[in-house]
């Protein structure tokens, strides 16, 4: 703790009081170096330890992140992945699709871009419909 002298109104003897104001410059010294540490330490935290895992013949878990894809020829035939698929069936196939996978689906349409808006609209009202709602228009970049 700090101390000066104050001088009394008295004028007789000196005495000393306790210094009002606290010293920050220690503070700032600590918290400045465990800043440091921090930053140094925190790399080697997120690359974690070696370690040699054994074998198993446990199968890897399944990620069903693949996603569906439609798509829309010139002559207006729909397909998912690559099957043929009349409209109208295609609702109830993707609801089981949808059923089928433990996350939410995303659905990519690809689409001719010489067909008619009306039957992309269809497709895309039958996904909506079988509750896909990530759904996204692939389309190519200009200049390709």
């Not at 101390?3 to 009002?20: D, T």
């Not at 996904?127 to 759904?135: E, M, Q, S």
Request: charged share 20%; net charge positive.
């Amino acid at each position: 703790m700090a101390f000066h002298v104050i001088p009394s109104s008295s004028g007789g003897s000196r005495r000393r009081r306790p210094m009002a104001d606290i010293n920050v410059t220690p503070l700032v010294d600590v918290m400045l170096v465990l800043l440091i540490i921090f930053m140094v330490t925190a790399p080697l935290l997120v690359a974690g330890v070696q370690v040699d895992l054994p074998d198993s013949r446990a199968k890897a878990l399944s990620s069903d992140n693949t996603p569906v894809q439609i798509s829309i020829d010139g002559q207006g035939q729909v397909f998912i992945d690559r099957q043929p698929i009349e409209v109208a069936a295609l609702g109830p196939k993707l609801a089981a699709i949808a059923q089928a996978r433990t996350d939410q689906p995303r659905v990519y349409v690809r689409a001719d871009s010489g067909l008619d808006y009306g039957l992309v609209m269809r497709v895309v009202g039958e996904i909506n419909a079988a509750g896909l709602k990530k759904v996204a228009l692939v389309t190519e970049q200009k200049g390709r």
